[in-house]
């Protein structure tokens, strides 16, 4: 999924999670892919009998009213979607006495691999929920002497893991022999330093099953000695996709390691997310006419067709999201949903959510 999809989804499993039902009358299915719709229908038709069996007479009318809508939803359909197809009818209304069943319906971004029937008090959406979890991640090591950061990346999120200090002690003015020895204790500190740090890494990352590599960084030789030597073990030495040059540690050297591994992380969302906006940043710095920001600002822009790339941030309500979208789409503008989980989609949300590279200058 891309970012746009996937703040789709999000969107309908957090207003599907906010729904309650008076009492177990709100109806979840889960078509797997490939298994056959009028079984699933055939299915519902029985629930629909046992439903007749209800006490409580607005349960039982609410419950045999989804169903019925479920029902007419998948022979609509006529056949199971290629990814299967999750389906959620109940009533959504608040008033006492006045029901309004609804129906929401999604097929999921990969094929469903299970089969669920529930009727409850809230909705089944954990399966949905798994498709907004990113199956692959980056573990994350900078390193110095001074200092060492763990972290992971997730799709556009950096997670910092574990922090570290050394005690491996400054350089010395002193010459001859003291000079000597201070160097060997120095040496001493950092190998116990480093195996900190490797044991550390090797504790988060050797079992992890979707980890897909491992990049490293920091500033100096630092990283290459840490690299070289015994202290990761050889299965996760071999999944070390990239070594880079920082100037930074701790958290500001996750990012800066994200930043400059670009080549390593070539198809992964987080950096096509950090070139289009650092392409909007650079020419806010240098070339304003060439962008847009702000509500009002960008709208006027669109309206006059001015827009190459719109960019919105995930945190803006549904309905100025849905309204922006279908504007450029009037124009034929790129659009793209922009995450809060980078540095500069933070930035974006900080100047309003809504930004802009034009085709023209809007005056």
Known sequence: MDTKDKQKLKRLVRELDEIRGRHTE????YVPAGYELHKIVAHLNQEQGTATNIKDKITRDNVISSLEKAIRHLKVLGRTPPNGIAVFVGNVSKKEGHPDIKVFSVEPPEPLNIRIYRCDQTFVTAPLKEYLEYK?????????RREGTLGLLKGTNIDELAGFTSNVPGKTTKGGQSQQRYARLRDIAAKEFFKRVG?????????MKELKGIILGGPGPTKEDFFKGDYLYAALKNKVIGVKDLSYTGSFG??????KSQDVLA?????EEKKIMQEFFHKLATEKEKVSYGKEKVQKALELG???????????????????EKLASSFNSEIRIISVETREGVQLRELSGFAAILRFPVY
């Open 26 to 29: 709100l109806v979840s299915v």
């Open 136 to 144: 692959e991640v980056y573990g994350l090591i900078v390193i110095d």
């Open 199 to 207: 044991d550390a890494a090797n504790k988060e990352f050797f079992e």
């Open 254 to 259: 996750l990012n800066e390691l994200v930043d």
């Open 267 to 271: 198809n992964e969302i987080v950096v």
């Open 306 to 324: 001015a827009v190459k790339v719109l960019l919105l941030s995930e945190s803006l309500e549904e309905k100025d999201t849905e309204e922006f």
